[in-house]
């Protein structure tokens, strides 16, 4: 936007300019050559005086031009000059201007004792056009300084709309990553208050219905409940043992998965949480080192050596941290070798679980597949948890020909 205001008021300032310059240029070249005419006109008159007396060869001498007289006998006095076709019409009583090789010549006719006398002042093209090319150049320069200064204006009124505009997509993308707490500063044009102030209406009323779903979410989840408890009820009247039981083990599950539900669902409105990176990492891969050394696997692990904070739980980033490293046990002979790196990255840290193994095909980041039985969810969910944060998550071939899975975390 900022350069296409640049250039219609670039063009719309050279079209003015254009249009008021072009007929001042050519009445200033108008103005030069009629007070050069008018200088010789003068010149010549003050000649005409002096015809007809001695004093004549004197005055011609005083004047600071070419001046010729052309007297009635045939006989000239002063610079050497032709009979032009205009000299013998000046002749005749008429005063008249015509051009000549190298400028032109002002004749004058003067009467005296033995007829009709013609002066002539000839005026060269240098000084025809002297300070036209001056004042040419000051209107150039003039038009080129109000094209720059009407650039820069524009420039900065374009400014003005487009930094509101580029705000307001930053916020936008926030809030499509996630980020609920995101909001515009209203600035700009009143129509881009407008836009902003609608976009804080959209987010806040985006923020209220999620809150609502959550609590709905939750109240449902309290309503399940009620036919819990009189499930275990009738589970512990049942007259088997063993079969009451194992019933009020299932019961007993359900109702911590309804727990965890409700937990979720509020914890989630409550707003975005962070942690230390770097220290649920190392807790993670201490926990897999203990498998990997039955195992006979070399793992390598490079942490930042201070606190590094994400804009993820810590329950959330340790469930992605054993969903990779998990991955790497799963579809990996016993053996291969694994590397655990961690380090900032804009825009807050970047995590990358590599190993020596076969790899694995990136179809495997569809939520579902599986290439080892089993429920093909661990890198969809390692992918949603790092976009949820402002990140992303991205699957390669490393270095040593084994499966890199990268996971970018957003800063808190």
């Known amino acids: 936007m900022r350069r296409w205001l640049a250039l219609l008021v670039a063009a719309t300032t050279s079209l003015v300019l254009i249009a008021l310059l072009v007929p001042m240029a050519l009445l200033i070249r108008a103005v030069a050559e009629n007070g050069a005419m008018s200088r010789a006109t003068a010149a010549a008159e003050s000649v005409a005086v002096a015809v007809g007396t001695p004093d004549l060869p004197l005055t011609v001498e005083q004047v600071s031009r070419p001046v010729t007289v052309f007297l009635p006998d045939g006989t000239t006095v002063g610079s050497p000059a032709g009979r032009s076709d205009a000299v013998r019409l000046a002749a005749t009583g008429r005063s008249v201007t015509a051009a000549a090789p190298g ?91 407008s836009v902003a102030l609608a976009l804080n209406h959209l987010a806040g009323r985006i923020d209220e219905l999620l809150a609502a779903e959550r609590e709905s979410v939750a109240d449902l989840s309290h309503r399940l409940r009620t036919p819990l408890t009189g499930l275990r009820l009738d589970a512990e009247s049942l007259r088997d043992p063993e079969e009451a039981a194992r019933v009020q083990a299932r019961v007993d599950a359900l109702e911590r998965a309804v727990s965890a539900v409700i937990t979720e669902a509020r914890r989630r409105t409550a707003g975005r949480e962070s942690c230390d990176a770097a220290a649920v990492v190392g807790e993670r891969v201490r926990f897999w080192s203990v498998l990997a050394e039955d195992q006979g696997r070399e793992v390598t692990v490079m942490l930042p050596d201070g606190p590094l904070p994400v804009a993820v739980g810590a329950e959330e980033l340790a469930a992605c941290v054993d969903a990779l490293l998990g991955n790497v046990f799963a579809h990996t002979p016993e053996g291969v070798a694994m590397s655990v790196r961690l380090r900032p990255h804009p825009p807050g840290a970047l995590l990358t679980v590599e190993d020596t193994g076969p790899g694995f095909e990136p179809a495997l980041l569809e939520r579902g597949t599986s290439g080892a039985g089993s429920t093909g969810l661990g890198l969809d969910i390692a992918r949603r948890t790092a976009e949820s944060s402002g990140g992303g998550l991205t699957v390669a071939t490393g270095d040593r020909g084994g499966a890199r899975v990268e996971l970018l975390l957003g800063a808190p």
């Open 103 to 193: 400028g032109r010549e002002v004749l004058v006719s003067a009467q005296s004792p033995g007829g009709t006398a013609v002066i002539r002042v000839f005026v060269p093209d240098d000084e025809l056009g002297r300070g036209v090319r001056e004042a040419w150049l000051a209107l150039l320069l003039i038009g080129l300084g109000l094209v720059v200064l009407g650039i820069v204006l524009a420039d900065r009124l374009a400014l003005a709309v487009t930094r509101p505009v580029d705000g307001l997509a930053r916020v936008s993308h926030r809030l499509a990553g996630g980020d609920l707490t995101a909001r515009a500063e209203p600035g700009g044009p009143p129509e881009v208050r």
